[in-house]
């Protein structure tokens, strides 16, 4: 892009040729100068386009291991094990009767990396992680998971890259069917425990708890917890029989399943919300849910269990459907 160029966010096209003593026009609405480089409203990047590093790997059974621009990301599906490792942000996740445990360091998300996209996908277990300015929306048809991280305003839409997963009958990164998931984190840690798992969560300064069908979970954050998002982010979880979803601090959350346990809601359970200063709608059939957060800390649990969610600014919706 040259001066006389404009950007729309994808690509440069020319304006007015810079002739000798004319003056570029106006960019039209919504266009930037490009005055030789290319924005994306946050980084300059001299190759005239925007690199988003993003990572995906899938397995069936296996291993994955995800690496993105500042962040390693692992998820590990079906009675595997998984370990994310961000810039920021150590997260590690497991599905089917398998244990998740995520830790970060100073981190507002999870599961998430910093200026990078990592989306791993397998056949019995899906893992999706965001990065900073990256919203990620996973669905599967038995589980699906959605973590959004640090500066993204939409559950399904982030500033400069958009990552979406879509698995058969996969585990949620922080949701697995018997397994065990385990969230620390420096000033944000969150734990989400579903189908007959326990899930234990300690942050720096707080202590929640999520509790899934026959488990047990808990979920802890400082001032900025989310169980499976980042800060001021927003989180989106849909699946068909098995949905995990967790917001931050004020970010908002909604959680839509078919004939599943939803961490914040559940097909067939009942959710309860409550928020110190947002407002938080759940609509369930037959479980109980409870959020409580100090100041933005979320617990969710899943089937036939009970969640506690709590935020302090943030809005949270959830929606199932039978």
Not at 30 to 40: A, T, W
Not at 60 to 85: F, W
Not at 174 to 188: G, M
């Amino acid at each position: 892009c040259d001066d006389c160029s404009c950007y729309d966010g994808v690509s440069c096209t020319d304006n007015v040729s810079p002739l000798s003593g004319v003056t570029c026009g106006a960019c039209p609405a919504g266009l930037f100068k490009g005055d030789e480089k290319c924005i994306d409203n946050s980084t300059s990047i001299n190759d005239y386009s925007i690199t988003t590093s993003a990572t995906s790997v899938t397995s069936n059974a296996a291993t994955a291991a995800v690496t993105s621009n500042a962040a390693t990301t692992s998820v590990t599906s079906n009675a595997a094990t998984a370990t994310v490792t961000s810039n920021a942000a150590t997260t590690s996740v497991t599905s089917n009767a398998a244990t998740a445990a995520v830790t970060s360091n100073a981190a507002t998300t999870s599961v998430t990396s910093n200026v990078a996209t990592a989306t791993v996908t397998s056949n019995a277990a899906t893992a999706t992680v965001t990065s900073n300015a990256a919203t990620t929306s996973v669905t599967s048809n038995a589980a699906t998971a959605t973590v959004t991280s640090n500066a993204a305003t939409t559950s399904v839409t982030s500033d400069a890259a958009t990552v979406a997963v879509t698995s058969n009958a996969a585990t949620a990164a922080v949701t697995s069917n018997a397994a065990t998931a385990t969230v620390t984190s420096n000033a944000a840690t969150t734990s989400v425990t579903s189908n007959a798992a326990t899930a234990a969560v300690t942050s720096n300064a707080a202590t929640a708890t999520v509790t899934s069908n026959a488990a047990t979970a808990l979920t802890a954050s400082n001032t900025i917890t989310t169980s499976i998002t980042s800060n001021a982010a927003t989180a989106t979880v849909t699946s068909n029989a098995a949905t995990a979803t967790v917001t931050s601090n004020a970010a908002t959350t909604s959680v839509t399943s078919n004939a599943a346990t939803a961490t914040f809601t559940s097909n067939a359970a009942t959710a309860t919300v409550t928020s110190d200063a947002a407002t938080a709608t759940v609509t369930s059939n037959a479980a109980t849910a409870a959020v409580t957060s100090d100041a933005a800390t979320t617990s969710v649990t899943s089937n036939a269990a009970t969640a506690t969610v709590t935020s302090h600014a943030a809005t949270t919706s959830v929606t199932s459907n039978a």
